[in-house]
């Protein structure tokens, strides 16, 4: 399994941008697709957006437009640029690897096998 680590959570006003962070340590991403997840309080965990190892990138309806998702093989980090951030947006967000080089979106939770701890993101006036 990969070791992830998400980092650059916090608390931010309505209309604010974050980006968070997604590092792996012992092991190259590049051949991984990578996810971001995200869990409310009381709501199941839900999907985000992803990318392929090769640099196709999925984005769920809510996330489109205000989010990207990039990776830097180089730093074995992914990325996820969050702008306009409104309230419901508020959650612990995690990060999460499928295996290498699997065809893999959003459908599908459980196709990913390694998680970080998550980083909370909270978004209030």
């Known amino acids: 399994q990969v070791q992830l680590e998400e980092s650059g959570g916090g608390l931010v006003q309505p209309g604010s941008s974050l980006r968070l962070s997604c590092t792996a340590s012992?092991?190259?991403?590049?051949?991984?697709?990578i996810g971001w997840f995200r869990q409310a309080p009381g709501k199941e965990r839900e999907g985000v957006s992803a990318?392929?190892?090769?640099?196709?990138?999925y984005y769920t309806e809510s996330a489109k437009g205000r989010f990207t998702i990039s990776r830097d093989n180089a730093k074995n980090t992914v990325y996820l640029q969050m702008n306009s951030l409104k309230a419901v947006n508020t959650a612990v967000y995690y990060c999460?690897?499928?295996?290498?080089?699997?065809?893999?979106?959003?459908?599908?939770?459980?196709?990913?096998?390694?998680w970080g701890q998550g980083t909370q993101v909270t978004v209030s006036s």
């Open positions: 999460a690897a499928a295996a290498p080089r699997a065809r893999v979106g959003l459908t599908r939770i459980q196709d990913y096998n390694s």
């Open positions: 990318i392929s190892h090769d640099g196709n990138t």
């Open positions: 012992g092991v190259a991403l590049d051949y991984y697709p």
